[in-house]
């Protein structure tokens, strides 16, 4: 089982109207994080968490490299593979320009899709054109991953 992992609105929580918690930079956190003030944001027992959940973790990010050198150290996660975005217009009809990508990538094996962005048109684009399951779940941008996003996750893996 395929996961894959934005970062910002998904593991970095923005645009809330309140104070964020902010966490000291764990043991494993890369030298260059300091570099990266919003990395304070992310709460490093995601990684142990996303990593428990037994899927292959994917970066799905506009991060891209920096996903490896700064975030995954901060979660305690190895280097992960990274989708490679493709240089196109705008999808039409509303779709996300990640989402086309995305159901190619696994090439029909099972997938999960964290982000803060995922439609409803997402979805059925995913349904009509994926051969495999697929959960497209819609992380809260203000608060990230949360207790309540890791029970959706575990009992659709269940």
């Known amino acids: ?24 930079a764990p043991a494993t956190a890369s030298a260059g994080s300091a570099e990266h003030p919003l990395l304070a944001r992310i709460d490093p027992a995601l990684g142990p968490r996303l990593a428990a959940l037994g899927c292959a973790l994917v970066w799905a990010t506009t991060w891209m490299d920096d996903a490896n050198a700064y975030v995954a150290p901060w979660l305690g996660l190895p280097p992960l593979p990274l989708v490679d975005w ?10 996300h320009w990640k989402t086309r990508p995305l159901v190619d990538w696994p090439a029909g094996r099972p997938f999960i899709w964290l982000d803060d962005e995922i439609t409803g048109r997402d979805r059925a684009f995913t349904q009509a054109h994926h051969r495999g399951r697929a959960l497209l779940h819609r992380v809260d941008h203000r608060l990230g991953l949360t207790e309540r996003d890791f029970d959706v996750l575990e009992a659709w893996l269940g």
């Open 1 to 24: 089982m395929l996961l894959f992992l934005d970062v910002d609105g998904t593991l970095l929580p923005f645009g809330a109207d309140r104070p964020y918690p902010l966490y000291e």
């Open 86 to 95: 493709p240089d196109e217009d705008e999808p039409p009809g509303g779709l």
